[in-house]
């Protein structure tokens, strides 16, 4: 007999944050197959993220992959296009174990992101009933529902000056686990494209790790993939999360560097 106070369902990435262990990201926009999932487990990477914003990926690739994620211990999340939450609620049937939310302006539009992951009381997501995350087990609903809302995440992405403005609300927000600072965005933002060692950037994420500490939440570090001194900067500094790159820059680099080998 399952004992309910052992959750069936782990998310591993939120394990390892709750013991203060810094986690790496991949994210997928190129590859539709589950094989990404096998490549992200053996590179060492504890989550990935596909990114439904600036890709044309497909749902049922999404949640494919997510299933296999989960299956090998690699956390699945799912950059979704907007907030809308029919389609979120699709993402999260689909699979995935959280969402990232990109260019979160305030409390509210994070508010919403949460009530849309999770089930009341604490949001306003449809029980769907058996749950690919759970490997479609029948259980009780009430079980269903504290199994998923326990493992899955909600990832705020700030990449405006709204968005730093309203940092300390944003972390506010019961629900959300990690506020993402996009510095790709942020710089074009900041009216310094592609800067993002600028210390205009390096202010705001000053202050969202300052946010983030007060409330207990994990700041992410993202768009500074290419840049690993300023990653461990910021990892020195507190944040928790880093987003490491995606798919098409990590076959573009191999490529040319393979290519280099060659007269």
Request: aromatic share 4%.
């Amino acid at each position: 007999m399952n004992n309910v106070a052992t959750p069936l369902l782990r998310n591993p990435m939120k394990e390892k944050l709750s013991r203060g262990e810094p986690v790496f990201s991949m994210t997928v926009r190129l590859v539709r197959t589950v094989d990404i999932a096998a490549i992200a487990h053996t590179a060492g990477f504890d989550s990935i993220y596909i990114d439904m914003e600036h890709s044309s990926f497909p749902l049922e690739a999404a949640g494919q992959i997510c299933m296999a994620c989960t299956h090998i211990g690699v956390t699945p999340l799912v950059r979704i296009p907007g907030l809308d939450p029919f389609f979120i609620a699709r993402v999260m049937d689909a699979g995935a174990m959280g969402i990232v939310v990109p260019g979160v302006q305030s409390a509210d539009e994070a508010r919403a992101a949460v009530r849309a992951v999770k089930h009341a009381p604490t949001g306003e997501r449809s029980l769907a009933g058996a749950a690919p995350q759970l490997l479609y087990r029948s259980l009780p609903a009430d079980q269903t529902v504290r199994e998923l809302d326990q493992a899955s995440m909600v990832v705020a992405m700030i990449e405006s000056r709204a968005g730093v403005e309203a940092a300390d609300a944003i972390a506010a927000v019961d629900g959300v686990d990690i506020v993402l600072v996009g510095a790709s965005d942020l710089s074009v933002e900041l009216g310094v494209a592609g800067q993002v060692d600028h210390p205009q950037v390096h202010e705001a994420f000053l202050h969202v790790i300052d946010a983030c500490r007060a409330h207990g939440k994990t700041v992410g570090i993202g768009g500074m993939g290419g840049r690993p001194d300023l990653i461990d900067k910021y990892l020195a500094l507190g944040a928790g999360y880093v987003s490491t790159g995606n798919d098409i820059s990590f076959l573009s680099a191999a490529a040319a560097q393979k290519r280099r080998q060659f007269a």
